[in-house]
């Protein structure tokens, strides 16, 4: 597992881009969040987005703010509700997980 350094985005064509990239078209990850290995290898460039690599596909520790919550994908967001414990039995909605979230930190 790697994580993303900033809000990382994939071209059309298949490259790594910075956010703000008038080319830029799929969000890839968001600031902080871990992306499997798999997901990245390929791209030339992706030491320049991805580091901080963590064993065994565990955490590591890149606490996200509830400000920073809208920034990463649904896959993302599930993969801090697993970490932190939060309950998303049933949400499919990107504000409803977000609002899991927050609801578990408040506990």
Known sequence: MKIAKEKVWKTADGKLVKDGDPDASILVAAKGQEVPDKDI??????????????????????????????EHTIEGLRDIA????????GLHIKADIIKAIKKNRKK
């Open 41 to 70: 290898e390929g791209f030339e460039n992706a030491d320049e987005f991805f580091g901080g690599a963590t064993s065994g596909g565990g955490s590591a520790s890149t606490e996200v703010s509830n400000d920073e919550l809208e």
């Open 82 to 89: 697993d970490r932190e414990g939060a309950d998303l039995s």
